[in-house]
C-alpha cells in the first residue's frame, strides 16, 4: 500500500539527515529480476518453481548488495523482505518450514513495517485507481480460487490479509494503518524510523568510547552485523 | 506442503550421476534406446533445461553473477520448474522418466562450492525420490582426462573458477572434481545410490544398468498403440 511511494519518501528524508540508504526491493537483483518477470509474463510458473525464484532474486540482493551496504554503514530499505515471499507460500500451501529453511541465511531485520489496509476492497480501490487492470499472480489466478479476476483478487487478498495479521505477532511487524494520507503515514514512519537511529547511534557511542578506552590505538571499522533492515510488508 | 519422497506414481523415475567424464549421459542414452525399443513411455529431463530459468542461467554464467548460495538456489529453480512440468505429470501418467543428473548432482558440487550440507538437502527437499540412482564412478584422473582431453577451453564455473582454488583452469576442474568425488562417494550409503563402475566397458556397464532396471518394470508393457 503505497509502500514504493513511503520508501521513497523516507529516502530522501534520511539521506537529507546525513545517512547513506541503499533501497531495493523484490525481483530488483541483477541475476533473477529479468527472469522472473518474463517467467510471469506467461502462466506456467509453478508454485515450487516461483519460490525459488524469488529466493534467489532475495539472497543475490542479500549477498551482493544488502550486505555490503550494511558493513558500510547504510541504512537498507527494503520494499518487500522474506515475509511476502512466506505469506504467498503459505496461501498456496506450501510447507512453511521449507521455505523458512531456505531463507535461513537472512538477517533479522531491525524494524519491520507493515503497512496495513482493512479490507481487500481497498485494495480493489488501487488497482482500479493505477488504470493497469488486475495482475494474475496478485489475483492469485493460478489458485483457481474465483470465477473471474475480481473473485480471485478478493479471495487471495483476504488470504494474504489473514497471513500477514497472523504474522504480525510472531515476526513483530510494527502496524501502521496505510488508509490513511500518505502524509500521515509518512510522519508514523520517520518517527519509528528516527527512534531507531537514535537508538543505534547511543550504541555506537557507548561502544566506541568503551573501544577507545581499553585499545586506544584501534582503527577497526564498524562491526560488519549491524543491521538496519527494514522491510514494508506487502499490503 | 506435498513432500514427494518415495512416490507412489504408476511411472518410474531413473536418473544418472556422476562427476563430469564418468560416461553417464552415453549409458542414459542407450537405456533409452532399449526402453524405447521394448515400447514403454519414456520421457527424459536433463539438468538445467527448464525453459523459464534458461536464459537466466546462461546469462549469470557469462557475466559471473553466481555465489555458491545463488547458484544452487538458481539450479533448484530450474530443478522445481522441471520437477512441476516434466517429471511429476509423466510419473503419475505411467511414464518412464530418466533423469540426466538430478538432485544428487546439486548436493555433490554446492556443497564442493561450500555450501551448507543440510541447507542444500532442505532446498531440495520437494524432489521426488528416483526408484533408481545409478552413480557411474570413475576415478578422479581418468574423468579428468576425458573432460580436459575433450574440451578446447573449460567454462568458468564448470571449472570451478568462482572459488579462487587455483588460476590454472585444469587445476581447479580437478580440484573441484575431487571435492564433488568425495561428496558423491559419502551419498552412496546416505541415499542408497547403485555404484557402477564407470572403467568398464560400456556394454558391460550397460548390461548391469537393463538388468537391474527390468526388475523395476513390469511385464505388461504399455504400448503407445
Not at chain 1, 518474463?38 to 516461483?50: I, P, S, W, Y
Not at chain 1, 520494499?79 to 521455505?99: C, F, H, K, L, P
Not at chain 1, 489475483?139 to 480471485?152: I, K, N, P, R
Amino acid at each position: 500500500m503505497g509502500r514504493s511511494t513511503h520508501i521513497a519518501l523516507l529516502r530522501t528524508w534520511l539521506e537529507s539527515r546525513g545517512h547513506a540508504v541503499l533501497d531495493t526491493g523484490m525481483t530488483r537483483s541483477i541475476l533473477a529480476g529479468r527472469g522472473i518477470k518474463e517467467a510471469k509474463t506467461g502462466h506456467t510458473l509453478g508454485r515450487l518453481t516461483m519460490q525459488l525464484f524469488y529466493a534467489t532474486d532475495f539472497i543475490d540482493r542479500l549477498e551482493n548488495k544488502m550486505l555490503p551496504a550494511l558493513r558500510s554503514g547504510f541504512i537498507v530499505l527494503t520494499d518487500r523482505y522474506i515475509y511476502s515471499a512466506m505469506a504467498r507460500a503459505e496461501v498456496r500451501g506450501i510447507d512453511s518450514n521449507w521455505v523458512r529453511s531456505i531463507y535461513g541465511m537472512a538477517l533479522v531485520p531491525d524494524a519491520i513495517f507493515y503497512l496495513r489496509v482493512n479490507s481487500p476492497q481497498q485494495l480493489v480501490e488501487r488497482v482500479l485507481a493505477s488504470g493497469k487492470g488486475f495482475d494474475y499472480w496478485e489475483s492469485g489466478m493460478d489458485l483457481h480460487l474465483g470465477e473471474d479476476f475480481y473473485d480471485s483478487f478478493i479471495e487471495y487478498q483476504t488470504r494474504m490479509l489473514n497471513v500477514f495479521d497472523r504474522m504480525t505477532t510472531e515476526y513483530g511487524f510494527h502496524v501502521l494503518n496505510a488508509s490513511r494520507s500518505v502524509r500521515s503515514v509518512a510522519a508514523d514512519l520517520r518517527r519509528a524510523v528516527l527512534k531507531l537511529i537514535d537508538q543505534s547511534f547511543a550504541e555506537d557511542e557507548s561502544r566506541t568510547q568503551a573501544a577507545s578506552r581499553s585499545e586506544p590505538a584501534a582503527t577497526s571499522p564498524r562491526g560488519p552485523d549491524k543491521t538496519r533492515t527494514q522491510e514494508v510488508a506487502e499490503r | 506442503m506435498i513432500k514427494y519422497g518415495n512416490h507412489r506414481f504408476p511411472g518410474k523415475l531413473f536418473v544418472v550421476e556422476g562427476t563430469d567424464g564418468s560416461g553417464k549421459s552415453t549409458q542414459l542414452t542407450l537405456l533409452y534406446q532399449w526402453l524405447k525399443a521394448e515400447g514403454y513411455p519414456v520421457s527424459f529431463s536433463e539438468w538445467n533445461s527448464s525453459p523459464l530459468v534458461k536464459a537466466t542461467t546462461k546469462r549469470a554464467k557469462k557475466r559471473h553473477l553466481f555465489t555458491p548460495a545463488t547458484f544452487s538456489l538458481l539450479h533448484a529453480t530450474d530443478f522445481a520448474d522441471r520437477t512441476e512440468r516434466d517429471i511429476i505429470p509423466p510419473l503419475k501418467a505411467g511414464s518412464i522418466v530418466l533423469a540426466d543428473r538430478y538432485i544428487y548432482t546439486a548436493f555433490a558440487r554446492d556443497v564442493a562450492r561450500g555450501c551448507d550440507r543440510d541447507w542444500v538437502r532442505d532446498v531440495y527437499s520437494f524432489a521426488v525420490r528416483p526408484n533408481v540412482a545409478f552413480f557411474f564412478r570413475a576415478p578422479l584422473k581418468v574423468a579428468v582426462d576425458r573432460i580436459v582431453s575433450g574440451r578446447p577451453r573449460l567454462k568458468y564455473y564448470e571449472a570451478g573458477s568462482d572459488m579462487g582454488w587455483s588460476d590454472d583452469p585444469e587445476e581447479s576442474f580437478t580440484i573441484f572434481q575431487g571435492k564433488i568425488l568425495d561428496e558423491y562417494d559419502r551419498m552412496v550409503d546416505e541415499f542408497g545410490l547403485t555404484k557402477i563402475d564407470a572403467t568398464q566397458s560400456i556394454e558391460k556397464q550397460q548390461r548391469e544398468m537393463r538388468k537391474l532396471i527390468s526388475q523395476h518394470l513390469s511385464r505388461r508393457r504399455f504400448k503407445a498403440h
